[in-house]
Nanobody, 116 residues
Framework: QVQLVESGGGLVQAGGSLRLSCAAS????????MGWYRQAPGKQRELVAS???????YYVDAVQGRFTISRDNAKNTLFLQMNSLKPEDTAVYYC??????????WGQGTQVTVSS
């Protein structure tokens, strides 16, 4: 069974940075397009960044230029570097496949809280 464990969240002031990690077991992250999702209170979960099996990346407009997604194949870990954080980035962040074949169950996520 695939297990995804997110970590690295926390409380940070606006303008600060955080680096999220997603450690995977039961699958090789370099064999699929992976993504970072977030879910804010009262809102649907949304994909904010993805990385292909190569090096192609995608970012939603709201995080373009501030977030960077990357992958360490040797450690089978996905990262999300988040800079210039804004209060509207506050959410629980999850990693999963960025296509129709998302792994279930989802990980527990990691809480990111940005204070103004």
């Amino acid at each position: 069974q695939v297990q995804l464990v997110e970590s690295g969240g926390g409380l940070v002031q606006a303008g600060g940075s955080l680096r999220l990690s997603c450690a995977a077991s039961g699958t090789s992250l370099n064999r699929q397009t992976m993504g970072w999702y977030r879910q804010a209170p009262g809102k649907q979960r949304e994909l904010v960044a993805s990385i292909s099996t190569g090096t192609s990346t995608y970012y939603v407009d709201a995080v373009q230029g501030r977030f960077t997604i990357s992958r360490d194949n040797a450690k089978n870990t996905l990262f999300l570097q988040m800079n210039s954080l804004k209060p509207e980035d506050t959410a629980v962040y999850y990693c999963n496949r960025a296509d129709a074949y998302r792994f279930t169950p989802w990980g527990q996520g990691t809480q990111v809280t940005v204070s103004s």
